[in-house]
Antibody, heavy 121, light 107 residues
């Protein structure tokens, strides 16, 4: 069974940093691109970042470019999101999601249950 | 950025009735269009990709259609478990973008 388990969320002050992790299991992690998608409280879905299966290519939403860094460790089946210079508008539930199929296709198959990030003083 | 616009924002439907949800892209996304369902307190679930291909385990009452900039998700006969929020997403261009969602509620 495919599982994605996020961790690392919490309360952080504006300007602070946080590192999210996503532990993957039940599939060959190195074969799939993986993504971060967030959802502010009571609002819709926002794509944040994508890393290719090999880790060679990374993509970011303009709203987080230069502040967030996505990375993966295929030896540990782990996806990470380093978030710096956090702002109130980054407050959201952050989901880890896997590309549905192993060929390049950027829609989201299995999702984790999310980890909540709250940016507030 | 490709802006995805969904309508209506809320759709009130009786169980057993047909629901038709619309999604419009600000520019052509070819056939790179997916639909998701999200229930309260749950992560989204992929329903359809490539405009009309159902994901594994998705019932046949869910169907997608359209091309270019106009897309439709149809639920042929609403079941109680189908009342949820539905999102469309384009994956033809970076950044990947979602519509704002359509809430399907019980009439």
């Amino acid at each position: 069974e495919v599982q994605l388990l996020e961790s690392g969320g919490g309360l952080v002050q504006p300007g602070g940093s946080l590192r999210l992790s996503c532990a993957a299991s039940g599939f060959t992690f190195s074969n799939y691109a993986v993504h971060w998608v967030r959802q502010p409280p009571g609002k819709g879905l926002q794509w944040v970042s994508t890393i290719s299966a090999s880790g060679t290519y990374t993509y970011y939403a303009d709203s987080v470019k230069g502040r967030f860094t996505i990375s993966r460790d295929s030896s540990k089946n782990t996806l990470s999101l380093q978030m710096n210079s956090l702002r109130a508008e980054d407050t959201a539930l952050y989901y880890c999601a896997r590309t549905y199929i192993s060929t390049p296709s950027n829609y989201f198959g299995p999702w984790g249950q999310g980890t909540l990030v709250t940016v507030s003083s | 950025e490709v802006v995805m616009t969904q309508s209506p924002a809320t759709l009130s439907v009786s169980p057993g009735e047909r629901a038709t949800l619309s999604c419009r892209a600000s520019q052509s996304v070819s056939s790179s269009l997916a639909w998701y369902q999200q229930k309260p307190g749950q992560a989204p679930r992929l329903l359809i990709f490539g405009v009309s291909t159902r994901a594994t385990g998705i019932p046949a009452r869910f169907s997608g259609s359209g091309s270019g900039t106009e897309f439709t998700l149809t639920i042929s006969s609403l079941q109680s478990e189908d009342f949820a929020v539905y999102y469309c997403q384009q994956y033809n261009n970076w950044p990947l973008t979602f519509g704002q969602g359509t809430k399907v509620e019980i009439k």
